[in-house]
């Protein structure tokens, strides 16, 4: 059964709410990557000063940090392109809904 008229649009709406929602939180994701990465390449560049020998001994320290956030960028690039895509679905399916007879 079919709901007709403002319910279904108030439906429509509060679907594509969420599903615009969701696509802007998972940006988040990226963003957490990025300062994880920009914390990482602050602290190598700090190290620069450091002499030789005490470079030495602390090698590859920003390593990880840099790897775990290119790896959450790289996760909320994908996650942020499938709630798009997502979103352009739902969109599109209330449209075809609202057109049907």
């Known amino acids: 059964m079919r709901t007709t008229g403002t319910r279904w649009a ?3 709406v509060a679907r594509n ?3 615009a929602v ?13 300062t994880l990465l920009d914390a990482s390449l ?9 002499s030789k020998g005490e470079k030495d001994k602390d ?5 990880p940090g840099a790897a775990l956030g290119l790896a959450l960028m790289a996760g909320g690039l994908g996650a ?7 979103q352009l679905a739902a969109s599109r399916g209330s449209e075809l809904q609202a057109r049907a007879p």
């Open 42 to 50: 602050r602290l190598t560049r700090s190290g620069k000063k450091e």
């Open 22 to 34: 969701a696509a802007a939180r998972l940006g988040g994701i990226y963003t957490a990557g990025r």
């Open 59 to 63: 090698e590859g320290g920003g390593a």
């Open 10 to 12: 108030t439906y429509n």
């Open 17 to 19: 709410m969420h599903v």
């Open 80 to 86: 942020q392109a499938v709630a798009h895509l997502a």
